[in-house]
């Protein structure tokens, strides 16, 4: 099975190619407001793409939460290559994909996960899974937590914390995994795991999550 993968919601953009059990992944850091640029990012892990699309299984992307252009900017363009090559496209939580590529450093074989993202300095998007094995599955639904909340959750020492969303006193805590950075990789393995299931995933079902509204401020 081939996929493709784009990360560009946040302070990064990233791409993996998965090829069977093999990935190719590239990460590159910018300004949260630039705009992605498609052309490098393809050149960077040697995707053709006038003709590389048509040998993919189906492509997937990082929908949020997370930097609101950069989210409705891939969804578009992914939607489009989707609908003319037929492929499937699947939009992929940041908060699933963090606690992913958590998963890999974690060796008990149940443990829970909370993973925080930055919202602003006040508040931070949240979620929480159980890894069972492989398998992750969410506590509670996708949502907006305050900094004294999740102050409250770094007292726990039963679970795993992943994300830029803690407070710094989560730089201290023993079981937070700071290598989990985020990229385009956890997000081709929950895609190739998602297609070997046999379901349909239309490209426009695959939408940006945006859990809080954009706020436009006039110039």
Known sequence: M???????SGNYSSISLLHDDEVNTFTQTHDRKDRPDWDKLFASIGFDSREGFDSLDGMAFACGPGSYTALRITA???K????VKKLPLIA????????QEASQWIDEADANIY?????DKKE?????YQKNNHKLTPLLAEGIMQMDELLELLKKDDCYFVG???????ENHQKFLDQVIGSAEPIAIIA????ETGESFLPEDANPIYLKTPNYKKS
């Not at 489009?80 to 609908?83: F, L, N, Q, T």
């Not at 992929?92 to 606690?99: E, F, G, T, V």
């Not at 993973?115 to 919202?119: D, N, Q, S, T």
């Not at 931070?124 to 929480?128: Q, R």
């Open 164 to 170: 830029t969303g803690w407070p710094t006193a989560a």
């Open 80 to 83: 489009a290559i989707a609908e």
């Open 92 to 99: 992929i939580s940041n908060l699933l994909s963090m606690a």
């Open 76 to 78: 578009s363009f992914l």
């Open 2 to 8: 081939k996929v493709l993968s784009l990360d560009v």
């Open 115 to 119: 993973v925080a993202l930055e919202a």
């Open 124 to 128: 931070s998007y949240f979620c929480s």
């Open 192 to 195: 190739k795991q998602s297609l």
